[in-house]
T-cell receptor, first 110, second 116 residues
Framework: TQLLEQSPQFLSIQEGENLTVYCNSS?????LQWYRQEPGEGPVLLVT?????EVKKLKRLTFQFGDARKDSSLHITAAQPGDTGLYLC??????????FGSGTKLNVKP | DVKVTQSSRYLVKRTGEKVFLECVQD?????MFWYRQDPGLGLRLIYF???????EKGDIPEGYSVSREKKERFSLILESASTNQTSMYLC???????????????FGPGTRLTVL
């Protein structure tokens, strides 16, 4: 059983559409990270959220940490083909240890 | 620019062979991690190390061992490779904050290991 559940598992959309990806848990995390991974490469950190209710923006990407620090969402506005990849969330509450979700595979068609 | 390198991008081994996967980081990080990534399962922690010669078991350590003789190098060892160890192996490193958990991990490009 995954500690962090991500949904949806797969998402295929047209360029220009908006989308939201979710990361949920029954556990409280001290911080939560979002990564993007391209085929054949390691994950690359996009953002870290640490405060309940926190919202961070990275260009067309908006990240939100739930008030109770158990869940998070990633919203992409006007998706582009360059956004294609595997999006992973990871939470930590134990010193130096991370727990990863299984990921959302996004395909943005031109 | 931060850099984590792994010794091989692709590796093919036979059942029963001893396999070494090497990871080197140039950021002087205290923490280093080994994960395996399988479809539908995400990244699962095998072992991690928070200092030279120190190691801690992750969630799936069975069939693996590690070595950290130098700060910049963390090796994953499969003593006797089996087909169920076919996977993508990812190494990561991170800083250890003063009294707080590190919240950033830098990943290498991964090694895709196939055990026949």
């Amino acid at each position: 059983t995954q500690l962090l559940e991500q949904s949806p598992q797969f998402l295929s959309i047209q360029e220009g559409e908006n989308l939201t990806v979710y990361c949920n848990s029954s556990s409280v995390f001290s911080s939560l990270q979002w990564y993007r991974q391209e085929p054949g490469e390691g994950p690359v950190l996009l953002v870290t959220v640490v405060t309940g209710g926190e919202v961070k923006k990275l260009k067309r990407l908006t990240f939100q940490f739930g008030d109770a620090r158990k869940d998070s969402s990633l919203h992409i506005t006007a998706a582009q083909p360059g956004d294609t990849g595997l999006y992973l969330c990871a939470g930590t509450y134990n010193f130096n240890k991370f727990y990863f979700g299984s990921g959302t595979k996004l395909n943005v068609k031109p | 620019d931060v850099k984590v390198t792994q010794s091989s991008r692709y590796l093919v081994k036979r059942t029963g062979e001893k396999v070494f996967l090497e990871c080197v980081q140039d950021m002087d990080h205290e923490n280093m991690f080994w994960y395996r990534q399988d479809p539908g399962l995400g990244l699962r922690l095998i072992y991690f190390s928070y200092d030279v010669k120190m190691k801690e078991k992750g969630d799936i350590p069975e069939g693996y061992s590690v070595s950290r003789e130098k700060k910049e190098r963390f090796s994953l060892i499969l003593e006797s490779a089996s087909t169920n160890q076919t996977s993508m192996y990812l190494c990561a490193s991170g800083e250890r904050g003063p009294g707080i958990p590190t919240d950033t991990q830098y990943f290498g490009p991964g090694t895709r290991l196939t055990v026949l």
